[in-house]
Every structure is written in C-alpha cells, then in structure tokens.
C-alpha cells in the first residue's frame, strides 16, 4: 500500500503534514494547505512541473507530466493571467479578434469563456471594449502572484505492487506561521510509490486532434453519430462526426452567424439549435430546428430575449429550452409547432442546463437557488422540485443515463471540472473521468454503454469516449 507523505515547511519553520494513501487525492490537500498558510482563498492552486504548463494533480501526471524522481514542482494559482489551457485560448483568441475589430468572434469568445467560467479575471478589460457584449462582466479581480507562491521537490521510489485504496488519516494539528509566499512544498512517496493504478479505471478514447474549442455534444439516437459546437476559424457553429471518429463537417455550411447547442428528436430525424441573428454588434438569439442533413431550417421559437439550451422531449412533441423573456433564465416548453408556450420554472436564481429523463416525467437541471449552483429534478410540468446535490461546488451540464437510473453531471468537487456519475436520486456520487484536465459536456450513447465529453487533457479542446460499466 503507498503512504505519501505531504510536508510544507514556511520560512518561520512551521512544518504541516497530512498523510494520503494514492495520488488521486493529492489535490484534496492544498486547499488545506493553502489556509493554514494564509493564501488567497478566492485562487484554485496546483502544482505545475518547472518549465511545462502541465498539472501535476493525480497518478496520472507521473507518466503523461514526464515527472521523475527529484523533478521541481511549482506551486501557483490558475485564476491567474493566463488562466488554464482552454481559457487562456478563448481569452486569447477574443483579445486577437478585439485588436483586428472582428467584432462578432470576439464577443462568442467572451460569452463562451464568461458563461463557463464567471470568475475569471478580465486583464484586457475586453468586457467593457467588445461592442455588443452584454454577458457576465467579472467583478473586482483578485489581487493575483505573478510568480510561483512556492516550489515542491517530489521523489518516487519504484512501483512494486498496485496500492488498495483506504481512507486518508485525518491531519494533525499544527501551528501557523508568515510569509507563506516562500514556503517550501515536499511531497515525499513512502514504499509502494512511483505510480498508481486505481481499479477498474477506463481509458478514455479520444476522438479529435486538433484541439479547437468544443462544447453541448450529443449522440445521434442510432449511435453512428456526434453533433457538437465548434469554433473554427472564428466562427462558432455545429459540426457533425462519426461516433468512432473520422470527419467533421459543419451541419449548416451557409450561415455566416453564430448557430450552437444542437439536439436530435427521438427519431433522429431532426435537429433543435440555438441561432444567433446578430444585428449590428448585437445578438439576437432564437430557437431553429432543421433536418438532421441540415435542410429544411426554420424558425421555431423567435427571439424575445436570450433563448438557449433547447432539447427535444423523449416523444417529440415538446422542446425544452431556457430563456430570460421574464427577466430571469427559466425553464419553458413548447409543442414541437411552436405553439402553447409554457413556463416551468419562476425562482429568482438562474435554472439552466435542462435535461428530460428518459421517459419524459422529469427534467434535470442546474439552479442557484439553494446558493452555489447545484443540480436539481423536477416533474415535466414543473411541480415537485428536488434539489440532488449539495456542497460548495458548481455542479452542471447533467445527462441521464438511457435506463434513467443514473445522471452523469460535469463539476468541480474535485478542484477542476470532472465528469461525475450519480444515482437517479442523488446518491451514489462518484468520480467517472478523475484527471487533472477539464472535462465537460457529458452526453451518454444511446445504448448506455459509453460517455462522450470534452477534455482539456492532451492541450487542447476535444472529444473523448469512455465506456461505463
């Protein structure tokens, strides 16, 4: 079994430890790490081998990080300038468009990055300089390091059997001491270290190379195919591919504006997207639905306000969609003709993300209004709210499972967005994806048997297919 032992030693000599059993759970103590030493709370840290932009959180990084015994270890926050590897492109590629005055790229950049991630900072001020944005607007930044809070040493004696999980011993007391921006970070692996293989653990298939940014998948319902949103070129539209991989192609080569969040009907016959008429520098969103091949495109829901995230009911004869006509985000249906509009949600928090149950009597969703953004369920008509998860993360994008018995969900539990797995109910929480990288966008195949998403882990932003038993 291996022991790591964790030790921070500041420059007053304080020394803290806190003992873990794998490598998995490393990231669960540098957030105790980081109170205990006084550094800003409102940062998310982790550990970046010197010299690369990899992240060094799980088993994992020892193989895929080139990290050796003896390698350093930066300590520094990610809420930094350059963000993670997903946003910093998005941050990016909005900034190059803003300097060219492309306008209309710049702004689906910021309102992709800002949606996603409200609380990044916005050194550029592109919030206030991009005509026509009118998304999240980040409050006060953080007053960030812009070197490495600390520097780590991690030695790994040589794997000699696979290690059994167990619970991590509970951290003993220590006293705390200043100047925590020289603090010293060494990660010593006790026998049985080197790397550790977690039981049962799938690999995840990756489907795309080219690592454009990607988002809102969904499986055709004879599995053969996956639509999703793509940036290309600085054009945001849906795109089309093979399940096992292969071509993409745009579904609708002849808009010109921004058309992303595609859902397939039942029968796989046809299409429901978000559009975005844009009119000067301001976007008009609506709700069209197509063909599957793309012809026959039509208006189904105009715009009134910002329309999102439509998705067809199991028996296509309603589609489901968020939309803030009341001044809010709300949940709403409409028959399949556009007609008998109807209001499912009324709560002053944000409801987003809404997904129907496989038999068409409930719908997930994301809301604040328990406080952080937490996954709750509903009856179709909008009675009966019960919240599923709890605790002081963000929880969102949830996905039932065809048998409805569970609910797969993107969250930041584990300090950065994995894919997670729960019971219908609630219980049964439990890690699926485990790495370092940002995954999101879960969308199940219609057999059950495997997860598709988007993942940050090989530098990009592309899909992955894993299978779940």
């Known amino acids: 079994m291996a022991e790591i032992a964790i030790t921070v030693?500041?420059?007053?000599?304080?020394?803290?430890?806190?003992?873990?059993?794998?490598?998995?759970i490393v990231r669960n103590v540098i957030p105790t790490f980081v109170k205990q030493l006084g550094l800003p709370t409102q940062l998310t840290y982790q550990l970046i081998p010197v010299g690369t932009r990899s992240k060094l959180?799980?088993?994992?990084?020892?193989?895929?990080?080139?990290?050796?015994?003896?390698?350093?270890?930066?300590?520094?926050?990610i809420?930094?300038?350059?963000?993670?590897?997903?946003?910093?492109?998005?941050y990016d590629d909005s900034l190059a468009f803003a300097q060219q005055k492309q306008w209309e790229p710049a702004r689906a950049c910021l309102e992709l990055l800002f949606r996603a991630h409200p609380a990044q900072p916005d050194p550029a001020g592109l919030c206030q300089s991009v005509?026509?944005?009118s998304g999240t607007v980040p409050s006060t930044p953080v007053n960030v390091p812009t070197r490495p809070v600390g520097m780590a040493k991690l030695t790994v004696p040589p794997v000699e059997s696979e290690p059994e999980p167990r619970a991590p011993v509970p951290q003993p007391k220590a006293k705390t001491g200043g100047g925590c921006f020289g603090?010293?970070?060494?990660?010593?692996?006790?026998p049985l270290g080197g790397r550790v293989v977690l039981s049962g653990e799938a690999v995840?298939?990756?489907?795309?190379?080219?690592?454009?940014?990607?988002?809102?998948?969904?499986w055709s319902p004879d599995g053969k195919t996956l639509l999703f949103t793509r940036i290309h070129q600085g054009k945001m539209s849906l795109w089309q591919m093979p399940a096992d991989g292969g071509e993409m192609k745009r579904l609708l080569p002849e808009h010109k504006e921004p058309h992303f969040d595609g859902g397939y009907s039942k029968d796989g016959?046809?299409?429901?997207?978000?559009?975005?008429?844009?009119?000067?520098?301001?976007?008009?969103?609506?709700?069209?639905?197509?063909?599957?091949?793309?012809?026959?495109?039509?208006?189904l829901i105009p715009h009134k306000a910002f329309e999102e995230s439509p998705r067809w009911s199991p028996d296509g004869k309603l589609v489901l969609w968020v939309s803030t006509r009341d001044k809010n985000p709300d949940l709403y249906t409409v028959d399949a003709d556009g007609k008998n509009e109807k209001r499912l949600t009324s709560d002053l928090a944000y409801d987003l993300h809404p997904a129907w149950s496989p038999n068409g009597k409930q719908i997930a969703f994301a809301s604040g209004r328990s406080g952080r953004q937490k996954l709750h369920v509903m009856n179709a008509d909008g009675s009966g709210v019960k919240k599923l998860t709890d605790g002081e993360f963000l929880d969102?994008?949830?996905?039932?499972?065809?048998?409805?018995?569970?609910?797969a969900f993107a969250s930041n539990r584990s300090g950065n967005s994995d894919i997670w797995l729960m019971n219908a109910d609630g219980s049964g929480l439990a890690n699926l994806t485990n790495n370092e990288a940002q995954d999101t966008s879960p969308a199940w195949s219609p057999d059950g048997k495997k997860l598709a998403f988007v993942s940050t882990r090989d530098g990009g932003s592309d899909l992955y297919v894993i299978e779940v038993k």
């Open 131 to 133: 005509p026509g944005y």
């Open 396 to 407: 969102a994008w949830p996905a039932w499972r065809p048998d409805g018995k569970q609910i």
């Open 57 to 77: 959180l799980t088993e994992k990084s020892l193989v895929a990080g080139g990290v050796r015994p003896g390698s350093e270890l930066n300590l520094i926050p």
């Open 183 to 190: 603090l010293i970070l060494v990660m010593l692996c006790l």
């Open 204 to 218: 995840p298939t990756r489907i795309t190379t080219e690592g454009s940014f990607k988002q809102n998948i969904q």
């Open 9 to 24: 030693i500041d420059p007053a000599g304080n020394r803290f430890e806190q003992r873990v059993d794998n490598y998995a």
């Open 269 to 299: 016959k046809r299409i429901v997207y978000v559009y975005d008429n844009l009119q000067g520098t301001d976007g008009k969103l609506r709700i069209n639905v197509c063909a599957a091949d793309g012809s026959d495109d039509k208006t």
């Open 79 to 90: 809420h930094d300038v350059v963000f993670n590897t997903l946003t910093k492109k998005l």
